[in-house]
């Protein structure tokens, strides 16, 4: 059996627990997401054992800092996984885009290699255990509108405005179904 240390944060989008193994980082999600995240862990390490932190883990206050507007107190965090070799390849591709822009699932195949690979690319997103750290929420449809997200589509939305500074470029709040494309087209389809 695996054991892992976990703390939970709140967040402006409610609780969220962060799982690490020593200091490397190896889940984060969102506390009503708690049987998506045991059932990663349990697919990438089998029987898992989490054990209550008795301290603020330093991936916690990094996170914490992250809603608090520093966003790149996250983007040296210690990361791993036990995904297969095509996870972890999209998983590192999705550690490159920066906080307050997005990309497409088709710039995502292109980047892994296999720009055929769309749909696998998202079937890997949808099993990304480190949610937010690794930010799958950045990823969005080919048409710009906000697709699937672990965590749901407000939070995705939530995330992707706040990395904004609140407010997307057409001055109100990103709505699901809303092409971010057409808003902010340099951040999104990048050469």
């Known amino acids: 059996m695996t054991t892992f240390r976990f703390d939970v944060i ?59 507007g520093e966003f790149s107190a996250i983007e040296k965090l210690a990361t791993a996984t036990n995904g297969t070799e095509f996870q972890k390849n999209v998983w590192d591709v999705l550690r490159t885009i920066p906080a307050g822009e997005s990309r497409s699932y088709q710039w995502l195949a292109n980047r892994v290699g296999n720009p055929k690979a769309s749909r696998a690319v998202g079937m890997a997103n949808g099993a990304n255990p480190i949610s937010i750290v690794v930010p799958c929420h950045r990823v969005i449809g080919a048409d710009g509108r906000l697709t699937g997200y672990g965590g749901g589509i407000e939070r995705k939305s939530w995330l992707l405005r706040h990395e904004k500074g609140g407010q997307w470029d057409h001055g109100g709040p990103q709505k699901p179904g809303i092409n971010v494309l057409a808003m902010d087209r340099p951040s999104a389809t990048p050469s």
């Open 10 to 68: 709140e967040t402006p989008l409610g609780q969220v627990t962060v799982v690490v193994d020593g200091e490397t980082l190896r889940a984060v999600d969102f506390e009503d997401n708690q049987d998506r995240m045991k059932a990663l862990l349990g697919r990438h390490y089998g029987d898992v054992e989490l054990v209550q932190s008795p301290n603020k883990l330093e991936a916690t206050m990094r996170i914490a800092a992250y809603f608090d």
